[in-house]
């Protein structure tokens, strides 16, 4: 879903970012037990997310990045890079820089694409100024805000996870994360009228 010169945008009409401890606790135990089932049981061991609902957008042409509107699945697809980049930032700092360049480059960003086009996603305006500094690692990242405070909890869950007798176990989570957590996703006929699915879709909550 990341991979390739790909870009999501979260339209004007979506909520801000909205996920609290509740949803950051129950996806890290859901994605702690992947990856002790996988160790145990096999790598075809998967978790379900659940759906994305995607809109290809007009600017969409035959060369450059591919970019999508988000009609449903913001959270989840918002939640996950933000866990991407804290697991990226830990192995940073405690295993080789090369793992910063790795995520980033495959993940989270568009490297070689004009700066608009950068980010794989895109938040809302008002939720953006927090995402990029946690996705450019700054010493703004982690801001007290929803964004903000869902990148701390990962980087302090998979410090507290990181073993220093296991020198595999945060590469056994951030495997789960990229190959175990599976999802549908949806891409609508530019024909098909964005907002009005996602209006239908909006009483599901977070």
Known sequence: LLEG???YQVP???RTYAWKTPQLVRLWDDIAQLAEDRATHGSQITHFLGSLVLAPTPE???VGVSKYLVVDGQQR???TTLLLAA???HRAATESPEHRDR???QYLVNKWKAEDERLK???TQADRASYLACIE????AGAADPIGEAYRYFRARVAELDDPDDPHDVQRIEEAVLSGLTLVSVTTTRDDNAHRIFESLNNTGL
């Not at 690692?137 to 703004?140: D, E, F, S, V």
């Open 137 to 140: 690692a700054t010493p703004l």
């Open 103 to 105: 995520i980033n480059e």
């Open 5 to 7: 010169s790909k870009q």
């Open 87 to 89: 697991i990226r930032d």
């Open 77 to 79: 697809l918002t939640t």
């Open 12 to 14: 004007l009409y979506q």
């Open 60 to 62: 969409v042409g035959p």
């Open 121 to 123: 996603l895109l938040p």
